[in-house]
């Protein structure tokens, strides 16, 4: 059993942050040997409970549950930062002659480890990220995070249409490789499955049948795609699919809304679409930093919360531009503030949080496994520093209530706000 002393964040089930100046959290092994918070509150109240144990006190920093990213490309990391006229030339200039490269095993673990490094070194402990089209890309990713006790998803890429060669795949192989992953991978250790088409487009209507016919043999693996992210693509997608009555509809016609299911972007929906993602209990990854760089639009916050349909926050290496959860909250923020497209608002930064957190776990079907400090979650954390940087410390230290307090941090914080990141008990970072 570990035992830790600091000032401590977690959330209620009703999305509030719960906010302990002093405060005590116990991790240790469930029957199945997995860590998990076994009790968590205020030090003055739990610490009777545990006289005698070896404490482990973080004065003047921040435990709070590690980030939650609900989408990201780990072929991309190389590809971050790359100029481009828009979504379409971005993918076909950079994105798709990087991602040729992984057909080399050697190649995809490296990028793997890289890539779970700078996961961890931001703060985030639990990801649903894209492969590529090979699968040696998955094998890579998931013998890595498999190594370091990650809980992670991802899914070789789907696309059998409108891809250059070397990451065009053929119709029957790719499903067969990815019936073959599914059982091979998902649900060892913290690992689960994704059934990954990259977008309508480039999947043709078999193959999006076969994806949905899998998704049906194996209702516990998780599904993502890209839908209304960019009026072209909307377009295009539209056309493609005359039949269906939008781009979100193409996939619920071929049966891949359901849970589990998580679909980035969201951006350029109506009133029925927002209606069957909350029918379908489908989730949507808003990448803001992503969204902002390719300038594709404004996730609408209001009319989701109208409709009732659940999200959770994304970083979307490479079009987003940072794997900083803090960059991507003050994004989202934002975004939530654009009331030309359509009504602005002020995310409260509780909420924000929220998002790359327990809301994300939520929204991936796992609240109450991830994103959060509760007892019986996984005992995944962070150990922020708010005095990281000189300007961050001036301004916390000036922090009147806990809305300052996180607030500062999300619009000043990056990599160097993350002291240490805990995994079972595994730490890593600069502190570590």
Not at 14 to 31: K, M, R, S, T, V
Not at 140 to 148: I, N, S, T, V
Not at 219 to 233: F, G, K, M, R, T
């Amino acid at each position: 059993m570990h035992i830790y002393r600091s000032a401590l964040l977690r959330f209620s089930e009703d999305g509030q942050a719960l906010y302990d100046e002093d405060g005590l959290l116990a991790i240790g092994p469930d029957a199945q040997g997995r860590q998990r918070v076994l009790a968590v509150g205020a030090w003055q109240q739990l610490a009777p409970q545990f006289a005698g144990q070896h404490v482990t006190h973080w004065p003047g920093r921040l435990i709070a549950p590690g980030f939650v990213d609900m989408h990201v490309h780990y072929p991309q990391t190389d590809v971050i930062g790359s100029p481009a006229e828009g979504l379409l030339p971005w993918l076909e200039n950079y994105t798709f002659p990087h991602e040729k490269r992984f057909v080399a095993q050697g190649y995809a673990e490296q990028v793997a480890e890289f890539f779970l490094d700078e996961l961890l070194r931001n703060g985030v402990t639990t990801a649903l990220a894209f492969a590529t089209s090979h699968p040696q890309s998955v094998d890579a990713l998931f013998g890595e995070a498999r190594r370091r006790h990650l809980r992670l998803m991802t899914g070789k890429v789907l696309q059998d249409r409108h891809s250059p060669d070397g990451v065009r795949d053929e119709t029957e192989q790719s499903l067969i490789d990815t019936e073959d992953l599914i059982t091979r991978w998902h649900g060892v250790d913290r690992l689960g499955y994704a059934i990954t088409p990259r977008f309508a487009p480039t999947s043709s209507p078999a193959q999006l049948r076969g994806a949905g016919q899998l998704a049906a043999r194996y209702p516990d693996v998780w599904i993502q795609s890209h839908v209304a992210e960019n009026l072209d693509e909307v377009r295009w997608a539209c056309e493609l699919y005359p039949r269906s009555r939008s781009y979100l509809a193409v996939y619920d016609d071929f049966g891949l809304m359901r849970e589990r299911a998580v679909y980035a972007h969201c951006i350029h929906f109506d009133a029925a679409d927002r209606a069957l993602m909350r029918e379908r209990r489908t989730a949507a990854a808003v990448s803001p930093t992503s969204n902002l760089f390719l300038g594709s639009g404004f996730f609408d916050y209001q009319a989701a919360d109208r409709a009732g349909f659940a999200y959770g926050l994304a970083s979307d290496v490479g079009g987003g531009t940072s794997f900083s959860p803090f960059r991507t909250m003050l994004a989202a923020y934002t975004v939530g503030r654009e009331g030309q497209t359509k009504p602005g608002l002020s995310l409260p930064p509780q909420q924000l949080w929220w998002q790359h957190t327990a809301g994300a776990a939520r929204a991936l079907g796992l609240e109450g496994v991830i994103g959060n400090l509760q007892p019986g979650c996984e005992g995944d954390f962070v150990v922020l520093n708010p005095q990281a940087t000189p300007l961050l410390a001036r301004r916390t230290a000036q922090a009147g209530n806990l809305d300052e307090l996180l607030f500062a941090m999300i619009v000043l914080g990056d990599d160097r706000l993350v002291e240490q990141t805990v995994i079972s008990q595994a730490k890593y970072g600069p502190g570590a």
